[in-house]
């Protein structure tokens, strides 16, 4: 295959990104933060209500998400974002199904908060499946065609 140079196109993607960071570090503030940007920047005759309302929060850590609502930072204030409170298991299928509601509803921008959790059940799945075949390097298989159908 011959390499060649070619034009950029702007295709339509969606983004996804990663926020790492400590606890209490400003990753879910600034999760939404983002997606406010996000979202403004693709629909900018929107109110700031209707782009609140575009943007979900999948929250796996006790219902903390839902703590920012009419914070203020800088000259935005957050507004009431819809969120969906997932309790453990925290299952690869459970975030599918999650992201599928929000397809459904047609949310703009969705936020997982955190897919650690999902990792680590997935972590504890591939632990489960080497000790019962005594193959480490074979008991990932599953556990990575699970986690690519939830990135898809």
Known sequence: MALQIQKAKRIQAKLKIAIGGASGSGKTLSALLMAFGLVKAEHPSWTDEQVWDRIICLDTENSSASLYVGKRVGPTVIGSYNVIDITPPFEEQTLIDALSVCAQAQME????????????????????????????????KPV????????Q
């Open 109 to 140: 921008c969705v936020i997982i908060d955190s897919a650690s959790a999902f990792w680590m059940d997935a972590l504890e799945t591939q632990g489960k499946i080497a000790e019962r075949t005594k193959s480490n390097f074979s008991s990932w």
């Open 144 to 151: 990575k065609a699970d986690q690519n159908k939830m990135m």
